[in-house]
């Protein structure tokens, strides 16, 4: 029989409706019978005795609210009674220790990975075309149309079939509408384009940003090479990305076509060399083959979109024991979204392996802060509607369980935003909450594959990294079955431990980096880019 309530942290003074309660209703909870006030719909909070207005709200053993009014014990927790609330952190204040989890199972195991001459290895084998300035989108756009059609199987999805079976009827033809069995023209090399609307027009500070950033995904291990165009009088000048490449990786031997559109002429003329050049270098590229790879070279980005309630119960927690997993096999697992950080910084400030890290992401949180504050809001204002109907009414509550992604190893380093990530462990990132400028960033700083938890339904991808979308509830993995690659729900009913889950989810990935399963974002062409400006963004 599936539990009723679940209190995640011992000290927590809130528990958890795992199901729909009903008013009037006693439920015998931890030795004590406690009678629901209101109907209190899954995922959301009810009182284990009666708060006071100002006393503290605890969930997930941290400060997550304190009640702006008073609630009974059994009551529900809502916008109305419940403000946030976080912890003040100024400092380290102990060394958290860690048990390394007993890998023994996967230690072993490989995926078949594209070996890159720096040593990274890519999930994928990319050829990226991209422009420096949005003024190239359009020469990017033509790009795109002529190699996705000559190279790769007609995108013909079942609504263009739709619009062409209504059109036939229409003219008064029947002509059977089939989808085409073409082959890609290439087995070992994707073609993908980024378009954007930044490089010029903005503050320089965001070229230079811009620029760290499409340099890191020219450095990505999914990245065969890339294709960039430049018109010429923008701020993010050709001079300014080579550097970034440069200082990512000075020895790089990648091949990166770069074309100056003012420099050339005519768009006939440029596309015309475009085409020849990049055709040559991709069936290049095509000779790199999937070769086994220790584990220990996955990348992963931990990241949530549209949580809920249970995100913090189920799907995040398994990725903190999937993090923690590979974190002792030596790969790298990278957490983010700083927004969503606000309220645990004391843990993960303790965690970090060098107090200067320490010290630095505090800086970071702060400035961030400090800059949504001087633009009129807060982090308080993170939670979206959806989050708050769902369960997640303050941004420190939504915080503690987004940060279960990252599990309980040591930190060893912590980056701002653009700064590429090459180091083995658990590594904290600098970038908004944003599902999509959280993605991009982390796959710029050298994720070669992201872990995407949603409560409610998040449908993104990523232009050069396999995007996994899992679900915090089984509810959802049956409505957006076509977004969802795996299902955690399995927790929440009591069908399925976290560990369990950890290992299927890490089996699945294996099968992802290796080629053998697409996800679902990869099915449905989902290639979503958005640079993070470094203006106000939550």
Known sequence: MQKKLIKVNPSDNVAVALVNLVAGEVINFEGEDITIETDVKMKHKIAMYPFEIGEKIIMYGVLVGKASAA????????????????????????????????VTKWKDRTFQGYQRTDGQVGTENVWLFFPLVF??????????????????????????????????????????????????????????????????????????????????????????????LSLGCQNLQISIFQDAMKAINPNSDKPVLIYDQQQIGTIEDMLNTVVKDSFAAIKEANKIKRTPTPLSKLRIGLECGGSDGFSGISANPTLGVLSDNLVALGGTTILSEFPELCGV??????????????????????????????????????????????????????????????????????????????????????????????????????????????????????????????????????????????????????EKSINEMADEMLEFIINVASGTIKTKAAILNQNDFIPWKRGVSL
């Not at 609307?197 to 890191?216: E, F, M, N, P, V």
């Not at 800086?363 to 979206?384: C, H, I, R």
Request: negative net charge.
């Open 135 to 228: 003024c190239e989108n359009r020469n990017i756009e033509i790009l795109k149309g002529i190699f996705e059609k000559e190279l790769t199987k007609p995108k013909e999805n079942d609504y263009q079939l739709l619009l062409r079976s209504l059109v036939n009827t229409e003219k008064g033809t029947e002509d059977v509408v089939t989808k085409s069995n073409e082959v890609d023209l290439f087995e070992n090399i994707e073609v993908k384009f980024i378009q954007h609307q930044g490089g010029c027009g903005g503050i320089r500070q965001d070229s230079h940003s811009l620029a760290k950033l499409l340099a890191g995904y020219v450095n990505n291990p999914n990245v065969a090479g890339a294709t960039v």
């Open 71 to 102: 609630i009974a014990k059994g009551g529900f927790l809502s916008t109305e009674n419940v403000k946030h609330e976080s912890a003040k952190v100024t400092a380290k204040t102990q060394t958290i220790g860690w048990t390394v989890p007993d």
């Open 345 to 494: 910084e004391q843990e993960l400030v303790n965690r970090c392996v060098d107090d200067k890290d320490g010290k630095r992401f505090l800086e970071l949180m702060q400035w961030y802060e400090k800059t949504v504050v001087d633009a009129g809001s807060g982090f308080d204002m993170n939670p979206s509607p959806g989050n708050i109907k769902d369960g997640l009414i303050t941004d420190a509550m939504k915080s503690a369980g987004a940060a279960k992604k990252g599990g309980t190893s040591p930190i060893v380093g912590v980056y701002d935003y653009g700064e590429y990530i090459n180091e083995p462990g658990f590594t904290l990132l600098c970038t908004p909450g944003n599902d999509v400028e959280c993605t991009t960033a982390m796959v710029g700083s050298g994720a070669n594959m992201v872990l995407f938890t949603t409560g409610l339904g998040t449908p993104t991808g990523n232009p050069i990294a396999p995007v996994v979308k899992i679900s915090s509830n089984t509810q959802l993995a049956q409505k957006m079955s076509d977004i969802i690659d795996i299902d955690t729900g399995g927790i929440i009913t009591g």
